[in-house]
């Protein structure tokens, strides 16, 4: 494992071309490297060439970002969309359940209503048929 670098000098300034850089590390190791005069100086246009390629990067950087913010809104409207299908279901499924049970009911009651007049009919008979046998007899 390479120890971590703690610091780096450059001798001189860009401009006057350092040629010489000095790097420490934590274990107290120092380096001096001598740089080729191609990595010294500064090339024309390179500034810009430079400044073009990390303004390049950041507008890539925005665009992603964007598209990401945007796959982000489509996946909640996505899921926002299925769930209210599914409570679309789930609340047919309920009105269904739910007609089902007033008609089980109303079939429920028309049959107690049903017996009922049976009972009473059949009780008016009797009594009927009682009074026409006392009326017989006398």
């Known amino acids: 494992c390479d120890p971590t670098l703690s610091s780096i000098a450059?001798?001189?300034?860009?401009?006057?071309?350092?040629?010489?850089?000095?790097?420490?590390?934590?274990?107290g190791t120092v380096s001096l490297?001598?740089?080729c005069e191609s990595l010294a100086v500064?090339?024309?246009?390179e500034r810009k060439a430079i400044d073009l390629m990390f303004e390049r990067?950041?507008?890539?950087?925005k665009n992603l970002e964007a598209r990401e913010r945007e796959?982000?809104?489509?996946r909640a409207a996505e899921t926002d969309k299925s769930n209210k299908e599914a409570q679309d279901k789930k609340d047919a499924k309920d009105e269904k359940m739910e007609a089902l049970l007033r008609k089980v009911d109303a079939d429920f009651l028309a049959m107690i209503k049903e017996?009922?007049?049976d009972e009473s009919k059949a009780a008016e008979s009797s009594s009927l048929e009682a009074a026409n046998s006392d009326f017989t007899e006398e």
């Not at 401009?15 to 420490?24: E, F, I, N, T």
């Not at 500064?42 to 246009?45: A, E, H, K, S």
């Not at 990067?57 to 950087?61: N, P, Y």
């Not at 796959?71 to 489509?74: A, I, K, P, S, T």
């Open 57 to 61: 990067e950041m507008k890539q950087e």
């Open 71 to 74: 796959l982000r809104r489509q």
């Open 10 to 27: 450059v001798q001189g300034t860009a401009a006057s071309g350092g040629k010489l850089v000095a790097m420490g590390d934590v274990t």
């Open 33 to 35: 490297l001598e740089l």
């Open 42 to 45: 500064p090339q024309t246009n």
């Open 115 to 117: 017996a009922e007049d």
